[in-house]
């Protein structure tokens, strides 16, 4: 196409002091296939060609696809839903980072313009006991609903919605919650920690309630519970190293890590429950 | 399982107890650093000697000490559940490691730093702390009290011994470089105001103090080298 493109620019006699250039890519992607939670899955390389800057890394993964399908192979399985930022479900480790090398993004505002001609890509599911691999690079990460349920909600009355500011909570408090409640859920902050730790998701989810006059009722039993839950899961220990901040796209703070352990130290001296 | 050891039993609560024994060791170590300074005193190991003695016999230093072997056993045997649950939290590792540059490359290694430390501390008691209790030493000539400063004088005339030291020293400092602030973290401290002051305080301590205790073993074997010529 830009041959001849070129070539007719060439037969108009105009000098043109630039050839119009292929910016398109060729790829080697090495991924991770599994046929399901038992198979030991291994990676597989597979070859893209002209992939467009343009084009979103999940894009990419897509056209990767059509040629799969038209092979008759399997095609690789991803989880991916509203492709803008906000699902929080397209998981993969690329190059080694949980949603690639940008910051603060998840993997569907990840764009190959961020690579190069030629690049090897390396891409693999979240790696974590709690969160077992279902095929390919999609994950269970019904752990991370399980801690929710245990204690992530508040108590509401039921019946009309009530004024809105009825109760007065300071703009930075609410800004701090708002933050806070910004989580997605992704799961990179398991991803990207040494130890898959859900401290930084339990931390934010914890925070935006515990912060908030909404929150307060069930302010001890949640934080004991949500980290009982955690535990329970599988999911490891925090060493403070700060990975999972790093690579958050909501960017979280590691604040509400201090904050979450501050609520569980608060909830084991003064809660009543001693079971 | 009762609530409070249960409270102690969780991931936080296993990180709160390895944050408040970190921090009693943190205090532990200068008190260490400054007996060990004594033995540069020039006057043959008389002054250290004379602490020793105190700190053998003074019964609130006696108590301290039985905390204080509280203090390493409670944070050897959770740093090491910490470490074993840690590992078993990534069965399959990945591929390519992750290199997002945030993180300091001594927040990474605090387990095996951990692991050196016990052995360095293991090596440590064999050599220096049994003669406190078990196997006594010959008194001061003219006094009744043990000489073990000459026992550490004689040991730090081995440069391998001196390096081993001194490597050991090192280990710690990376290990409280990250360790030191962590430990606030962990207890729910982190504020605008203090946490910039707890971080330079960590880095000043994580040097100061190893760098401290490493000097005291050079300095003797230079001294015990000058000595000899
Ligand atoms: C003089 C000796 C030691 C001092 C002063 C010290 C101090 C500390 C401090 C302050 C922390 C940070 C706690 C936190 O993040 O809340 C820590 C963490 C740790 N220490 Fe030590 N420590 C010492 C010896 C040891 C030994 C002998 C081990 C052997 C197992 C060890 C293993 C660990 C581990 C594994 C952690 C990290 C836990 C985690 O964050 O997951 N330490 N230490």
């Given at each position: 196409?830009?041959?001849?493109?070129?070539?007719?620019?060439?037969?108009?006699?105009?000098?043109?002091?630039?050839?119009?250039?292929?910016?398109?890519?060729?790829?080697?992607?090495?991924?991770?296939?599994?046929?399901?939670?038992?198979?030991?899955?291994?990676?597989?390389?597979?070859?893209?060609?002209?992939?467009?800057?343009?084009?979103?890394?999940?894009?990419?993964?897509?056209?990767?696809?059509?040629?799969?399908?038209?092979?008759?192979?399997?095609?690789?399985?991803?989880?991916?839903?509203?492709?803008?930022?906000?699902?929080?479900?397209?998981?993969?480790?690329?190059?080694?980072?949980?949603?690639?090398?940008?910051?603060?993004?998840?993997?569907?505002?990840?764009?190959?313009?961020?690579?190069?001609?030629?690049?090897?890509?390396?891409?693999?599911?979240?790696?974590?006991?709690?969160?077992?691999?279902?095929?390919?690079?999609?994950?269970?990460?019904?752990?991370?609903?399980?801690?929710?349920?245990?204690?992530?909600?508040?108590?509401?009355?039921?019946?009309?919605?009530?004024?809105?500011?009825?109760?007065?909570?300071?703009?930075?408090?609410?800004?701090?919650?708002?933050?806070?409640?910004?989580?997605?859920?992704?799961?990179?902050?398991?991803?990207?920690?040494?130890?898959?730790?859900?401290m930084l998701f339990v931390s934010a989810k914890v925070s935006q309630l515990a912060m908030l006059p909404q929150g307060q009722v069930e302010r001890k039993t949640r934080v004991e519970k949500m980290v009982a839950q955690m535990d329970e899961e599988g999911f490891g220990a925090c060493t403070n190293t700060g990975a999972c901040a790093a690579e958050c796209p909501k960017g979280i703070d590691l604040s509400n890590i201090a904050r979450l352990n501050r609520e569980y130290i608060g909830a084991k001296l003064k809660s009543e429950n001693v079971s | 399982m009762s609530w409070f050891t249960k409270a102690f039993s969780t991931t936080i609560g296993r990180k709160l107890v390895m944050s408040l024994t970190g921090i009693f060791l943190i205090l532990f170590l200068i008190e260490h650093l400054i007996g060990n300074l004594l033995l540069l005193n020039g006057d043959g190991g008389l002054a250290f000697n004379e602490f020793a003695h105190f700190m053998k016999y003074n019964r609130l230093i006696q108590i301290g000490e039985v905390v204080l072997f509280g203090g390493f056993l409670f944070h050897i045997i959770d740093g090491i559940i910490l470490i074993r649950k840690n590992r078993k939290s990534r069965p399959v590792q990945y591929a390519v490691s992750n290199k997002s540059e945030v993180t300091s490359w001594a927040s990474k290694l605090m387990g095996p730093f951990g692991i050196i430390i016990l052995v360095f501390l293991i090596v440590h008691m064999y050599d220096f702390f049994r003669f406190k209790y078990f196997s006594p030493v010959a008194d001061m000539p003219g006094t009744d009290i043990s000489d073990l400063a000459s026992l550490v004088y004689i040991k730090f005339q081995s440069v391998g011994y001196v390096a081993f030291y001194v490597i050991a020293m090192a280990v710690v400092g990376f290990h409280l470089y990250h360790g030191f602030q962590s430990a606030f973290q962990t207890l729910g401290v982190n504020h605008v105001k203090y946490s910039p002051i707890i971080k330079g305080l960590g880095v000043l301590y994580s040097i100061v103090v190893p760098l401290g205790m490493a000097l005291i073993p050079i300095i003797i074997y230079i001294n015990h080298i000058t000595q000899q010529i």
């Open positions: 196409m830009l041959n001849l493109l070129n070539e007719a620019i060439n037969r108009t006699g105009i000098k043109a002091d630039k050839t119009i250039k292929n910016l398109n890519m060729n790829l080697t992607l090495k991924i991770w296939r599994q046929k399901n939670q038992n198979d030991k899955g291994g990676f597989e390389s597979y070859q893209v060609s002209d992939v467009s800057p343009d084009m979103s890394f999940l894009e990419m993964i897509d056209v990767l696809n059509e040629d799969l399908v038209k092979e008759d192979k399997d095609p690789v399985h991803f989880d991916h839903d509203c492709r803008e930022g906000i699902c929080g479900t397209c998981s993969m480790v690329i190059n080694g980072r949980p949603h690639g090398p940008k910051e603060g993004i998840t993997t569907c505002q990840l764009h190959m313009r961020s690579f190069s001609d030629g690049d090897h890509i390396t891409i693999e599911p979240w790696r974590a006991k709690a969160f077992p691999v279902i095929k390919d690079l999609v994950v269970d990460r019904t752990s991370f609903d399980r801690i929710q349920q245990a204690g992530g909600y508040v108590s509401v009355n039921t019946g009309g919605a009530p004024d809105a500011n009825e109760i007065p909570i300071p703009k930075r408090i609410a800004d701090e919650a708002f933050d806070a409640a910004t989580c997605i859920g992704c799961g990179a902050c398991v991803a990207a920690c040494k130890n898959a730790s859900a | -």
